[in-house]
Nanobody, 121 residues
């Protein structure tokens, strides 16, 4: 019913930048929160940043001042601009969205398949 497709991952050197994108498609009536999570090998998935439908952001302490989340509600798309990347930012980054589908009153959480970000020299 709802698909989230991420793009923009890759290999980057320390202190470099990447921009991730995630577009929601399908029977989308409204998206509440959209955001990014990440999971490094051997670690639990953790929040990176989220944004409400009105654009209020929330960031993990580890990325504050380096990452910026933004949304284009008309395109059902969320972005994550990542600057000053560190090796410890290496992880699979997952997009998440809390979506109300057409003909429903309820919101459900959807996840993308993830995109690899590797920070290494």
């Amino acid at each position: 019913q709802v698909q989230l497709v991420e793009s923009g991952g890759g290999l980057v050197q320390p202190e470099g930048s990447l921009r991730l994108s995630c577009a929601a498609s399908g029977s989308v009536a409204h998206i509440n929160v959209m955001g990014w999570y990440r999971q490094a090998p051997g670690k639990q998935r953790e929040l990176v940043a989220t944004s409400t439908s009105t654009g209020n952001p929330n960031y993990a302490d580890s990325v504050k001042g380096r990452f910026t989340i933004s949304r284009d509600n008309a395109k059902n798309t969320v972005y994550l601009q990542m600057n000053s990347l560190k090796p410890e930012d290496t992880a699979v980054y997952f997009c998440s969205a809390r979506v109300r589908i057409i003909s429903s009153y309820n919101y459900n959480d959807y996840w993308g398949q993830g995109t690899q970000v590797t920070v290494s020299s």
